[in-house]
């Protein structure tokens, strides 16, 4: 099973690099995690955006993740109107997309969220929280997470 975080944005801050890198290095060979940076289409200046032009900017990036998203992989979608999922929930999923031998792409939409178009291709919607979280923010809480549910799964003292 391999896992493809395909996130908007590709220069993130210092902090989130070292602390997507800090909870990558950790997992192993066989709990292939990767991240797939897509460029954010330049928006000019936000203040003078329109919500149509927003609109335009979300679908364009839209285009581009779906585009990314590496052949015959099932796709869950990170959206704030996803379902909740607990620690011990996605380490479950984890534990059934292992058995079914498939591979999953994790969708992280820019900072208007993902398009209707990489909803609709979603298999699952899942939010991190009914909070409103910076998308590089994201990055960091999803690879922590899928590192606690793998140290859940194979019994690894960090997830206590």
């Known amino acids: ?4 975080i395909v996130a908007v944005g590709n220069k993130m801050p210092k902090w989130v690099e070292q602390g997507y890198h800090e909870y990558a290095k950790r997992l ?12 954010m289409p ?17 679908d364009k990036e839209g285009e581009l993740i779906l585009a990314a998203i590496p052949k015959g992989d099932k796709v869950i979608a990170l959206d704030v109107d996803g379902a909740p999922w607990s620690t011990e929930k996605l380490a479950d999923n984890i534990k059934q997309w292992r058995m079914q031998g498939n591979n999953y792409s994790l969708l992280i939409g820019g900072p208007d969220g993902l398009s209707k178009q990489c909803l609709a291709r979603a298999d699952a ?16 809480v999803l690879i922590e997470q899928l590192y606690r549910a793998w140290s ?9």
């Open 152 to 160: 859940m799964i194979e019994n690894h003292p960090y997830h206590r």
């Open 28 to 39: 192993p060979r066989d709990f292939s995690v990767s991240i797939l940076e897509i460029a």
């Open 125 to 140: 919607k899942w939010s991190l929280s009914a909070l409103t979280l910076p998308h590089p923010l994201v990055r960091v």
């Open 42 to 58: 330049s928006r000019g200046k936000l203040s003078r955006c329109k919500n149509s032009d927003i609109k335009q900017f979300v």
């Open 1 to 4: 099973m391999r896992i493809t």
